[in-house]
């Protein structure tokens, strides 16, 4: 009896908190007025379907129906802004230069060489099916993005407990699926930093010859990196520890991103022969001559160009983001802080000024929009990018061409202030992505050597993508639920 009666109070003391948490969220916000889609449920409002890997026709409805910036109701009242035209420029300054980068395209068609050859060697007897997995991303966003919601709620708190030690213990023996799977993928890039920047230190120390052999030729990121940090002062330098992690981080942001990008042109061009044909067309006209294309003549074959681009905006890899304010923590530590996880809301009360107006829910024009302390903002990355108003009644259809021709006023003028082509596919601002360029080299080298060796078929699998952070292709039905693309190669007779 006296348990009954203690859960009974226990229950309702949290139910009653969880009522006034709900109370307090949505009572008197100055973001009641926005429109939004109807919440599904008191308690998880449109959490479910916003947050979701097959959120993409959710998303195109919403943006369809409510414009540029979205209420969304999240967790017990929880009130989101989705916003689809950010206001706010700020400036950048890119890491990767041109100099650096036409040293750069050397290392990039070493390693291409390496993939297109071990492609070759499968496929010399006949057409073959590749599910390499150096081309599709790996796993480490989309379980991060499973973790989203207990990152938030429950691992926050958890974080400031006890020492590394005692969190990589709690880590290992939570019988949690998800977040062992985000550990074992820090720890193998963690471990991965450790071997580059072991191997970089040996050949630093034993000159330029030994440096002239590793990958990158010394010329490479964190080559650069290191001996920046080895000339500085010894208050200005960075620790081991920080090195290892601007690896981690470099690893981190580059790996699924480029890679998901690269598979979705692939699996874009095995359903286009004809863009295909056009673009080894292109690739073998430039390689007439024989030997490898400058960085210069290899950034301007226009077709490729146009290729890259027009998926980077149909299909930014990173559909989404959350902004403004970012508080970093640390769950665990393999060797001292490499796995973190991020919980973004506005700090202050903010006024964000909007490029284009939108009504509340009464029908009244709104130019600035106050977004109240704590409110989680998201970013429509995709949503910009396909803006009908900006792009035309096409912009939902993949047309390389349309970068061929000049692009019409309405693009020029909306003037987004995405860092890349009027896109926000790598962001705006001072935390916009520092890879872009390095990246699209990366994209451009390896098309080159596999358009112009292979043609790209799609086969029989059902290829879905899945809207995780960083959009990764999966086989529907496959028992691997691992991120793949199987797609059929065959050898390019010339
Ligand atoms: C197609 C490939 C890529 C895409 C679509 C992409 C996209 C993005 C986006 C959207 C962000 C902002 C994330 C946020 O603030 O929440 C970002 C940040 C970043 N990216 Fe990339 N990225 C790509 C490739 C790369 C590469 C190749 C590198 C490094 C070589 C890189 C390094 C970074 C870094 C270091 C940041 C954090 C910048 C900061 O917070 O100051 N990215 N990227």
Not at 89 to 116: A, P
Not at 453 to 459: L, N
């Amino acid at each position: 009896m006296l348990v009954l009666a203690v859960q009974a109070l226990v229950g309702s003391l949290i139910f009653w908190a969880l009522w006034n948490l709900y109370k307090s969220r949505s009572a008197n916000s100055s973001l009641n007025n926005i429109p939004g889609p109807p919440p599904k449920s008191i308690w998880t409002g449109s959490f479910g379907d916003f947050y979701n890997i097959d959120g993409w026709a959710y998303h195109d409805s919403i943006a369809k129906a409510y414009g540029g910036v979205i209420k969304i109701k999240s967790l017990i009242g929880e009130q989101h802004i989705f916003e689809e035209s950010p206001a706010v420029i700020m400036s950048h300054n890119l890491i990767f230069g041109q100099g650096l980068l036409g040293t750069l395209v050397l290392t990039f068609y070493d390693v291409s060489y390496k993939l297109r050859d071990a492609i070759e060697s499968e496929v010399k007897n006949g057409p073959q099916i590749t599910r390499r997995s150096t081309l599709t991303p790996k796993q480490l966003v989309p379980s991060m993005f499973k973790l989203n919601m207990l990152s938030a709620y429950v691992l926050l708190p958890l974080s400031k407990v006890g020492s590394p030690k005692f969190r990589r213990w709690m880590v290992d023996t939570v019988p949690y699926k998800n977040l062992h799977a985000v550990r074992d993928i820090v720890d193998v890039i963690y471990n991965t930093s450790i071997e580059i920047f072991e191997a970089k230190k040996a050949a630093l120390n034993n000159g330029d010859e030994a440096l002239a052999k590793q990958v990158g030729r010394g010329k490479d990121i964190m080559s650069i990196l290191m001996r920046a940090n080895m000339a500085a002062s010894k208050e200005d330098s960075l620790t081991r520890e920080e090195l290892l992690g601007q690896m981690s981080t470099l690893i981190f942001a580059a790996m699924d991103t480029t890679s998901s990008a690269l598979s979705r042109i692939l699996y874009l061009l095995s359903h286009n022969q004809v863009v295909q044909d056009k673009l080894r067309e292109e690739i073998t006209e430039a390689r007439e001559g024989g030997g490898d294309l400058s960085y210069d003549d290899l950034v301007s074959l226009p077709y490729l160009d146009a290729i890259c681009r027009e998926t980077l905006r149909l299909h930014p890899p990173v559909p989404m983001v959350n902004r403004t304010y970012v508080v970093f923590f640390t769950l665990y530590s393999a060797g001292r802080s490499h796995f973190w996880i991020t919980y973004v809301s506005t700090q202050a009360d903010t006024v964000l000024p909007l490029s284009t107006p939108i009504r509340d829910v009464e029908g009244r024009e709104i130019w600035e929009l106050a977004i109240p302390k704590g409110t989680l903002v998201n970013l429509g990355i995709m949503a910009a990018n396909r803006n009908l108003e900006i792009w035309g009644p096409d912009a939902n259809e993949w047309k390389p061409e349309r970068w061929i021709n000049p692009l019409p006023d309405s693009v020029v003028t909306a003037h987004l202030p995405g860092i890349y082509s009027h896109l926000l596919t790598f962001l705006a601002g001072g935390r916009a992505c520092i890879g872009f360029k390095f990246a699209q080299l990366e994209m451009k080298a390896v098309l080159m050597l596999l358009i112009e060796s292979f043609r790209f078929h799609p086969t029989e699998d059902k290829i879905f993508w899945q809207m995780a952070g960083v959009t990764t292709p999966v086989v529907i039905g496959s028992r691997n639920k691992a991120p793949q693309l199987p797609l059929l190669v065959e050898k390019v007779v010339r």
